[in-house]
């Protein structure tokens, strides 16, 4: 049986909610493939009182709707122990029946009810919501002992209506849980777990394709290498991976193809772009409905906003970060290569070699708490920014990976180095790294010290000139 990996603050939560003495409404949201069910599943078990999944309204071969979405519901009902009557109408008479079977079963124990993708459910012209405010508003937050767990992957159906729901929703939920991808410490646990042997390099250029999402990580086979994995699930025939783009955001949003245009617009320039670039993109001009889908984005993990250094007040910049999106439109998106076995053929190439080094960037944005905890500033606010600088005729111009500003007066000038050994710094490197030094003296206060910090796989070789770095962040530490 698959083992539950870390989630233990959510686990917790999720149990003083079950153990409380008043009614509680559950939400639980997240990136799709992320284990919204698998925990919620794997927390509960046996002490789960009904439990419905929506059926996704994105089936290829038949249209589904409200009728199909009811006669689903139904099914649940019946299996759960509802004497078998007519199929509800409508999603009023369908949570009637709800009440029905939960009164029945009340023995005045906790009773769980886990209805996961919700916003499935929630078909045109169906009233789902409203019928699904009357249940709670009117019979279920009555009821001491009613435990009820909402799920969803659309984040922004999930927001509109659940967690920012200004009608009679509001206020109601009683708890929020935001499920995130794993960290790298998590990814090792998992396959650990599942009788996989990798190293901790092994295990970050995983991270580095497909990001911590468990799904993906589930579909990595035991025996094979890093390599072999990463063809058989993105280039070999009949690949798991080789549609997940566009399945992906067709189960998230409504409209899939304006996210997914603006995934590859940002995919496009690893720094980001700003709102007004992205809306351009679009053709949405600025407004609510490009604020919701960037918020949107970002809350589903996808993207970071982040402000430059050298950016105008308030003015900010959207960067992608999530790994399956940059490793799938840098090489498998539109693939028209036959090669079953491009990447063991191709993960030598200078190409290649570039997409590391952006990708491992991405990862250590995705660890900042593991940066600070090595940083033994874990307790210190801090601000994460980069910069780049364009050249022209007169400057060559310049690109900081990561710089964190610090309430204690200090600026952690961090260059990140994905390399298959130690990292050495040489003359010319050296007098880089001063000209960033002095560079970023002009955009911060003068009373800030600059720590020049080099995050690498394996570390740096000490020389001559490795004494320019304050402090060395290695794989290790990310792993935290």
């Not at 029905?100 to 919700?118: M, P, T, Y």
């Not at 699904?132 to 001491?144: I, K, L, T, Y």
């Not at 209506?161 to 990814?187: A, D, V, W």
Request: proline share 2%; charged share 25%.
């Amino acid at each position: 049986m698959a083992k539950l990996i870390g989630r233990k603050f959510q686990i917790q939560e999720l149990n003083e909610r079950y153990d409380s003495d008043r009614a509680e409404l559950v939400v639980v949201y997240g990136r799709r493939r992320v284990g919204k069910t698998f925990l919620v599943r794997e927390t509960f078990k046996d002490r789960i009182t009904f439990y419905h999944t929506g059926l996704s309204p994105y089936d290829e071969n038949r249209k589904i709707g409200k009728k199909e979405q009811l006669e689903h519901f139904y099914h649940s009902l019946l299996n759960y122990g509802l004497q078998e009557t007519a199929c509800p109408k409508d999603w009023m008479e369908a949570f009637y029946m709800l009440e029905k079977l939960l009164s029945s079963l009340d023995d005045g124990r906790a009773q769980l009810v886990f209805i996961d993708e919700l916003p499935w459910m929630d078909t045109p012209g169906s009233r789902f919501l409203t019928a699904f405010e009357a249940f709670w508003n009117g019979w279920a937050s009555a009821r001491d002992n009613i435990k009820c767990i909402v799920c969803g992957s659309a984040t922004s159906w999930m927001a509109d209506n659940m967690i920012n729901n200004h009608g009679g929703l509001y206020g109601r939920q009683t708890c929020e849980i935001k499920l995130s991808p794993f960290t790298l410490n998590e990814c090792e646990e998992f396959f650990t777990s599942r009788g996989i042997e990798l190293t901790r390099y092994d295990i970050t250029e995983i991270y580095m394709a497909v990001g911590g999402i468990p799904y993906y990580l589930d579909k990595f086979k035991k025996g094979l290498s890093v390599a072999q994995n990463i063809d058989r699930l993105f280039f070999a025939a009949n690949a798991p991976l080789k549609n997940e783009f566009t399945r992906l955001f067709a189960s998230l949003f409504s409209n899939p193809d304006l996210y997914a245009k603006a995934i590859r617009k940002l995919a496009s320039r690893h720094y980001g772009f700003s709102r007004t670039d992205i809306g351009e993109c679009l053709g949405i001009k600025s407004g609510a409905g490009l604020t919701k889908i960037l918020n949107t984005l970002e809350a589903s993990d996808f993207i970071i906003c982040y402000r430059p250094l050298d950016a105008a007040k308030g003015e900010k910049l959207y960067r992608l970060t999530d790994a399956f999106c940059l490793f799938y439109l840098r090489f498998a998106d539109n693939s028209t290569n036959n090669d079953s076995e491009y990447w063991v053929h191709n993960q030598n190439l200078a190409a290649t070699n570039s997409w590391r080094g952006i990708a491992f960037e991405d990862l250590c944005i995705s660890h900042i708490a593991q940066i600070k905890k090595a940083l033994g500033i874990s307790g210190v606010a801090t601000t994460e920014s980069a910069l780049t600088l364009r050249g022209d005729e007169s400057n060559k111009g310049t690109q900081m990976d990561l710089v964190i500003e610090r309430k204690d007066r200090v600026v952690n000038l961090c260059e990140i180095k994905f390399y298959n050994g130690m990292f050495e710094i040489g003359k010319d490197y050296d007098l880089v790294l001063r000209n960033r030094m002095n560079i970023l003296s002009s955009y911060i206060k003068k009373r800030q010290a600059i720590h020049l910090t080099i995050i690498s796989t394996f570390g740096i070789k000490s020389n001559k000139y490795s004494g320019i770095v304050q402090n060395q962040i290695t794989l290790d530490d990310l792993f935290l």
